[in-house]
């Protein structure tokens, strides 16, 4: 068994308070769920609504596999308009 992790921060120029920030992340988070079959969760920032750190896991057989699909998540955040990736950091085990 392989579980890739994704780890991505967003930048959320547009909210201006946590309400609209909880607003964007739900959005986000759903779209991710239908798009791609992996899980994912806001982990990070929770008070910061101009910011959110956000963890995807993907669970397969295969490394490379695994390394794909994450990289797919991260060129569909980065086309986002709402939120701009900041930073990412990708772990497969």
């Known amino acids: 068994m392989v579980v890739g992790t994704l780890r991505v921060t967003l930048s959320l120029d ?3 308070s946590l309400k609209e920030k909880r607003r964007i992340v739900q959005s986000l ?12 969760s806001e982990v990070d ?5 101009t910011r959110a750190t956000l963890g995807v896991a993907y669970v397969t057989n295969d490394g490379r596999h695994a390394d794909r699909v994450l990289a797919q998540v991260v ?4 086309r986002e308009r709402e939120a701009y ?3 990412y950091e990708v772990e497969i085990r």
């Open 45 to 49: 920032d929770h008070e910061v609504w």
């Open 85 to 87: 990736v900041v930073d």
């Open 29 to 40: 988070v759903q779209r991710l769920h239908n798009e791609f079959p992996v899980s994912v």
């Open 14 to 16: 547009g909210a201006q």
């Open 75 to 78: 060129r569909y955040l980065e």
